[in-house]
């Protein structure tokens, strides 16, 4: 047996020495068993690219995978699993959020028939109330709407079956989500829960607009439920047309005044809700096909610039 851990990185010099020797002090407690250290450093602009190849000169367990430019968290962990060659693989972050002492809790599980292990958070120190409760929101929203069943208060912190990370290198979608992925691929799937402390040093990556950019992609790569609102939409606006429709009619036939708002200001509103609800629902089909049009150019979901100590990716595609 071997394990593979993942990590990638941006920006996250200050924390990479407390994970490496934590996560060291893990792994060498676990029976011997054979294991790699891979980060995947993402572009940084703060020497992180330096200090993970002093280290991978002083442990041959750790690699250096380092990408041309900040290709994004999703393309840095799709490296990863390009490059692990364990039957195991340990995805987690550099901030120190998520705990490496849970890693032994998931390779039990593991060896229990276990495809994937996700930790599941019982707690989020050091995180602000709008954060926490918007995480909460998004990933409710999402196992609403989501063709595939995706855990709630998860994140990318998982143990993943060799087995798995082979289906992961066959999807080549960009954008792309990756736990998302995960789920979709199926096999037995089970949670470890635990406490996630807070980052350890520096700032988290994912400001407000980023954090929505991913939800949108998550949304639209699970789900035809925004499409199918245009559907929605039409048919109300429809019902709602006929009713005011006989109300108008009848109120002719009656001669009564049963309308206390009528002429310019009634049409003004009117065309002013349709306009915004055509405007918003091209918009929506304007983003899926703007998903297609990206995937129809091929780019690679990722570009090398080198790996410390060098050994060839095992699957076909590199990028």
């Avoid at 972050?93 to 994937?116: C, F, K, S, T």
């Amino acid at each position: 047996m071997r394990i593979s851990v993942i990590v990638p990185v941006y920006n996250e010099a200050e924390n990479l020495g407390p994970l490496y020797k934590r996560l060291t002090a893990v792994l060498e407690g676990i029976d011997d068993t054979p294991h790699e250290l891979l980060f995947v450093d993402d572009g940084s602009t703060d020497g992180s690219a330096d200090t993970i190849a002093a280290l991978a000169k002083t442990d041959p367990r750790v690699r250096l995978i380092k990408l041309s430019r900040n290709f994004g968290h999703e393309a840095a962990s799709t490296c990863g699993f390009d490059h692990a060659d364990g039957d195991a693989v340990v995805l987690i972050d550099a901030d120190l959020q998520d705990p490496p002492e849970v890693i032994p809790q998931m390779l039990d599980r593991w060896r229990d028939g276990a495809a994937v292990v996700y930790g599941r958070r019982r707690r989020r120190d050091g995180e602000s109330w709008f954060k926490r409760s918007s995480a909460s929101l998004f990933y409710r929203l999402l196992q609403r709407v989501s063709d595939v069943p995706i855990p709630t208060d998860t994140g990318d912190f998982r143990l993943i079956d060799r087995r798995v990370v082979q289906v992961l290198r066959r999807c080549r979608e960009n954008p792309r989500f990756v736990r998302g992925l995960v789920s979709w691929a199926g096999f037995r799937q089970e949670a470890v829960e635990y406490d996630r402390d807070a980052r350890h040093a520096g700032e988290t990556k994912y400001r407000p607009l980023a954090l929505i950019k991913l939800s949108l992609v998550a949304i639209s790569a699970f789900s035809l439920v925004p499409l199918r609102l245009a559907g929605y939409l039409g048919s109300a606006v429809v019902v709602f047309s006929l009713a005011f429709t006989v109300y108008i009619g009848l109120s002719r036939l009656l001669a009564e005044e049963l309308m206390p708002w009528q002429g310019y200001a009634l049409l003004t509103c009117a065309v002013f809700f349709l306009g915004g609800i055509h405007l918003i629902m091209l918009s929506v089909v304007a983003y899926y096909i703007g998903l297609i049009f990206n995937h129809t150019r091929h780019r690679p979901i990722y570009v090398l610039d080198g790996v410390e100590p060098f050994a060839p990716a095992e699957s076909g595609n590199p990028t």
